[in-house]
């Protein structure tokens, strides 16, 4: 089997036809079906079955795409270790970072490691940490400084940085500031700045207000981002959002409310996180280093 044949298979199941597949490789429908054809000829069962909306993978067709996909990122660490060790080091290290992690803590990094390798290349994703999982194992990115998934499944290998608590913060002037003894009843009747349903941090909340029978937070901004800036939006009013105990410190006119670990747990684990498996350039290596000598 030619590894051309696995990418045609894995682009016919990415457009979920023959047609759409055919015209982003560039080549003609005919040669697309044959190559298909061959592959199925080779493992004795069918690929993809046709439907109304297009081709679809089959139950066997779906588990052979799965390997085919693990065999071209395998390919591609290959391709990419050899490049390594033909020009002594990898060019570019593809770096994501959640919104919740403090910026100097990235950039401070980076920036050591472009004094150290003058001719280093990198390329920063931000994302919420959870949207940071799925670039990671696709490939497209190569490390992932975000908070550790509370399920280590053996799709990651992580490196931990260090330990840090998400607190809940108000603006500087809030009246809930001023008061003793502080619970989650008392922030009932409040409005929350939290990130999307599906962000771990805000399922925390929400569970942790049911857990004692309360409503959920009133939410008054829902983003699907995470940026300091997000908190000039509270400035001046009564909304209360979410922030790590590092990020709090530099927003200028926000306070955490003092409310015990007790009522609300948000304490994490910071790591850096790679795919298991995966091949990492020199590039990569230095830069969990120097995280792991700024932070640890």
Same mark, same amino acid.
Do not use: C, N
């Given at each position: 089997m030619e590894t051309r044949d696995l990418e045609y298979v894995l682009e016919v199941a990415a457009h979920g036809g023959i047609g759409r597949a055919a015209e982003a490789l560039g080549m003609s429908q005919p040669a697309l079906t044959k190559a298909v054809q061959r592959v199925e000829g080779q493992i004795g069962l069918p690929l993809f079955e046709r439907t109304a909306l297009g081709m679809r993978p089959t139950q066997a067709g779906a588990a052979f795409i799965e390997r085919a996909r693990?065999?071209?990122?395998?390919? *591609?660490?290959? @391709?990419?270790?050899?490049?390594?060790?033909?020009? =002594?080091?990898?060019?570019v290290l593809r770096l994501g970072y959640s919104p919740s992690i403090p910026n100097p803590v990235v950039l401070d990094a980076c920036r050591q490691l472009m004094q150290?390798?003058?001719v280093a290349r990198l390329r920063l994703t931000r994302r919420m940490a959870r949207d940071l999982m799925d670039p990671l194992l696709a490939g497209e990115l190569d490390l992932a400084i975000a908070p550790v998934p509370r399920q280590r499944t053996d799709e990651f290998v992580v490196h931990d940085l260090f330990d840090?608590?998400?607190?809940?913060?108000?603006? *500087?002037?809030?009246?809930?500031?001023?008061?003793r003894g502080l619970m989650l009843a008392d922030l009932v009747d409040q409005e929350? $700045?939290?990130?999307?349903?599906?962000? $771990?941090?805000r399922q925390? $909340? *929400?569970a942790a207000f049911q857990q004692r029978g309360l409503p959920p937070p009133n939410l008054r901004v829902e983003s699907d981002f995470g940026s300091a800036s997000l908190f000039y939006l509270m400035r001046g009013t009564r909304m209360l959002?979410?922030? =790590?105990?590092?990020?709090?410190?530099? @927003?200028? =006119?926000?306070?955490?409310?003092?409310?015990?670990?007790e009522e609300l747990d948000l304490r994490r684990r910071v790591g850096v996180i790679a795919r298991a498996g995966a091949y990492l350039s020199p590039l990569a290596q230095r830069m969990v280093a120097i995280l792991q000598t700024r932070t640890i």
């Open positions: 693990r065999i071209r990122l395998e390919y *591609e660490d290959a @391709l990419a270790e050899m490049r390594g060790i033909r020009t =002594g080091e990898q060019g150290e390798r003058p840090d608590t998400l607190a809940v913060v108000a603006d *500087e002037s809030h009246p809930l500031h001023r008061k929350w $700045l939290l990130p999307g349903a599906h962000i $771990l941090l925390q $909340l *929400e959002s979410i922030a =790590g105990a590092q990020m709090a410190r530099p @927003l200028a =006119g926000f306070r955490a409310l003092r409310l015990s670990s």
